[in-house]
């Protein structure tokens, strides 16, 4: 059964660091974009960052750019989330997401809290 699962939450510390993954199981990864999602407690789900493929463009949501780095490893089919000088306003679940074949495809998510 193709799936995503993620990985790498938890409780840190404002300034503290986290790496998130993203592994594919099922399918290989190596010709989706991912992004990565996340939602706060009453908010909306949004956009933190998305890949191409092959890696060759990024984007970032201007909340976390600058802080946030987004790459993958396709030989282990897995995508990381490097999660730099946290902030309490990035408290929220993350999911990454993908499209195949007409379908949309999202992780179960990993909570990430951070301390003030």
């Known amino acids: 059964q193709a799936q995503l699962v993620e990985s790498g939450g938890g409780l840190v510390q404002h300034g503290g660091s986290l790496r998130l993954s993203c592994t594919a199981s099922g399918f290989t990864l190596d010709y989706h974009g991912i992004g990565w999602f996340r939602q706060a407690p009453g908010k909306e789900r949004e956009p933190v960052s998305c890949?191409?493929?092959?890696?060759?463009?990024?984007y970032y949501a201007d909340s976390v750019k600058g802080r946030f780095t987004i790459s993958r490893d396709n030989a282990k089919n897995t995508v990381f989330l490097q999660m730099n000088r946290l902030k309490p306003e990035d408290t929220a679940v993350y999911y990454c997401?993908?499209?195949?074949?007409?379908?949309?495809?999202w992780g179960q998510g990993t909570q990430v809290t951070v301390s003030s």
């Open positions: 997401y993908t499209r195949r074949f007409d379908r949309n495809y």
């Open positions: 890949i191409t493929y092959n890696s060759d463009t990024t």
